[in-house]
């Protein structure tokens, strides 16, 4: 089995500043308005990102039930960076939010572990899809910030799969951003969920697929992952 390959974070900053700088013309055709994406924010993003290189690279698996709470790290890197102070400020949403992780009977990670294992056998696009799917839908599965954590974690998914990540570019937030609001306001759970989030899930796979950037674009060409750093 060859190593994973490492992101190139400069990369995926450089789409996101691109996204930045652009946020308000862009924004004109989303359906709902969005917070801007300030320095702070995009920082926080790809913070998240070196994390989910990182536990690729180490071969951590997010849902193995010894494991799934690295999710809410993932979660918590979003909301504050890596700052101790920053996560001191933030330290009584986070323990709600470790609360409603584990906790939420219909949102939490019991529901996302449960969907997740019943659909091995779908293709990493329609899995990942899926998994946001899961993520946003109510009740979400973080407190707050789960279109990035979302996102993140599809990154991670798709990353397992030997595929590149998710990025947010000029070229696909029109595409990220709208669907991203009707999986908001949908809920997982009764009647209409079993019929609508079906088709959810298979046109935002059709949509990470058709928008899965070259490879050669956010990976670093050649930087495999010593022996030393294949696992837990």
């Known amino acids: 089995m060859s190593a994973p ?9 450089r789409a996101l500043r691109e996204v930045q700088g652009r946020f308000a013309a862009l924004s004109r055709d989303f359906t709902e308005p969005r917070d801007p994406l300030t320095d702070e924010v995009l920082q926080n993003v790809l913070d998240g990102y070196a994390l989910v290189d990182d536990y690729v690279a180490r071969g951590v698996d997010l849902f193995d039930l010894q494991q799934v709470n690295l999710m809410l790290e993932i979660n918590a890197t979003v909301l504050c960076g890596k700052d101790p102070v920053r996560r001191l400020e933030y330290a009584q949403h986070l323990t709600a939010t470790e609360a409603h992780f584990f906790n939420n009977v219909e949102g939490g990670i019991k529901d996302l572990h449960c969907w997740y294992a019943k659909h091995h056998n779908e293709s990493p696009w329609k899995r990942a899809a899926g998994v946001y799917v899961r993520i946003l839908s109510k009740p979400q599965l973080f407190i707050e910030g789960n279109h990035r954590s979302g996102s993140l974690i599809v990154s991670y998914l798709l990353m397992r799969a030997g595929l590149p990540p998710f990025v947010l570019t000029l070229d696909n937030a029109e595409g990220y951003f709208n669907p991203s609001s009707v999986i908001r306001n949908s809920a ?5 969920a079993l019929y609508e989030l079906p088709k959810i899930k298979k046109k935002y796979a059709a949509f990470l697929e058709d928008n899965a950037p070259d490879p050669r674009e956010f990976f670093l060409d050649d930087t495999p992952v010593s022996a030393s750093q294949g696992g837990l």
């Open 5 to 13: 390959r490492r992101l190139d974070l400069h990369a995926i900053e």
């Open 188 to 192: 997982k759970h009764g009647v209409k």
